[in-house]
DNA sequence: GTCTATGTTTGCGG
DNA sequence: TCCGCAAACATAGA
């Protein structure tokens, strides 16, 4: 569910509410499986009198660094989500893990399809040094994006959702780029022109700064829906140009959106400004040419 | 009952 | 070795 721009709000939103500071004293888990590691006994031996120096972002782990060392990642997944709230306040139903601070207030890591996890490590490298750059750090040029591309031949749409080779990048944001760029997300990589690579670039960056300007994308109303610290909702999805906006005229040129599979993701492109007219080795399995 | 879902990992076969 | 694909994780909503 939450990609960079919706963890991003997430960060920014415990960050205002003063997290940064708070003393844990302890952690309970009703949901073994949400802890990744350490084992949860040594997990809630060892996040006792903790204190929160930051809150920030990598890719779509939350990480949480503590003052002294050590740190908690935190990767919301499909449904994830964290309420801040007072520690008389009734557990819901999907609290899976609740952290207790000294001042009374409970973080609480509520996630229905239970896919989410939590780390607690001394050096985060293992897990965040498989990640690629950040799409909106000056690192992450044109030229690394293109030079990438042209290194493999893979399809773009499954490339640009791999957190290996840039980090944060989900469904929604993939789509809205990829229709940005007007490039179909089953062109090969090594297929895009340097052109091609360079309005890409600059696609992914714009819907990503317009998603956290928005607090994020939520969708329905659904319990596995984006919400940020404090139920508060994102208003980005009025800014999607395609994504779930099938049969919808595209805002470029009123051709309807459609919706393919592509690398077994549900996709949505504009048929007509989005095509794989003229690129050899590209095949258009199930959409129109 | 059926299908779908904003994510990631693993194992298989080409 | 690289790549795509299917399945698995687990639950809710349409």
């Known amino acids: ?12 939103d415990l960050n205002a509410a003063g997290v940064a500071g708070k003393t844990l004293t302890g952690a309970r888990v009703y949901w073994d499986r949400t802890i990744a590691e350490p084992s949860v006994t040594e997990f809630c031996r060892l996040i006792k009198k903790k204190k929160i ?14 003052t002294g060392g050590g740190h908690m990642l935190m990767h919301l997944r499909m449904s994830g989500r964290l309420h801040l709230v007072s520690s008389g306040a ?3 139903p999907h609290e899976h893990v609740v952290f207790a601070f000294e001042d009374g207030s409970e973080l609480r890591f509520h996630d229905t399809r239970k896919f989410g996890r939590v780390y607690l490590m001394a050096d985060v490298e293992r897990v965040l040094g498989r990640l690629g750059p950040e799409p909106l750090d000056p690192m992450f ?19 640009l959702l791999d957190q290996g080779f840039v980090a944060g990048l989900g469904n929604i944001y993939t789509d809205e780029a990829l229709w940005e760029a007007r490039i179909h997300p089953r062109r090969l990589s090594d ?16 819907v990503l700064r317009r998603g956290m300007k928005n607090l994020g994308t939520s969708l329905g109303t659904g319990k596995a ?13 009025d800014a999607l140009k395609v994504f779930r906006r099938t049969g ?14 592509v690398g077994q993701r549900s996709t949505h492109i504009c048929p007509k400004c989005q095509t794989l007219k ?12």
Request: net charge positive; glycine share 8%.
């Open 1 to 12: 569910m939450p990609e960079l721009p919706e963890v991003e709000t997430i960060a920014r």
């Open 53 to 66: 120096a930051a809150v920030g972002r990598r890719g779509k782990f939350l990480v949480i660094d503590f």
């Open 90 to 92: 009734e557990r819901l």
């Open 141 to 159: 040029t044109p030229r690394v994006l293109f030079e990438g591309m042209r290194k493999r031949s893979r399809l773009v749409k499954p490339l």
């Open 191 to 206: 297929s895009l022109s340097q052109k091609e690579a360079e309005a890409l670039h600059a696609a992914i960056r714009k």
């Open 225 to 237: 829906n984006f919400y940020s610290v404090g139920r508060r909702r994102g208003r980005n999805r």
């Open 248 to 261: 919808e005229p595209c805002a470029r040129c009123a051709a309807p959106v459609q919706r393919i599979i």
């Open 278 to 289: 003229g690129f050899k080795g590209s095949r258009d399995r199930g959409s129109e040419g």
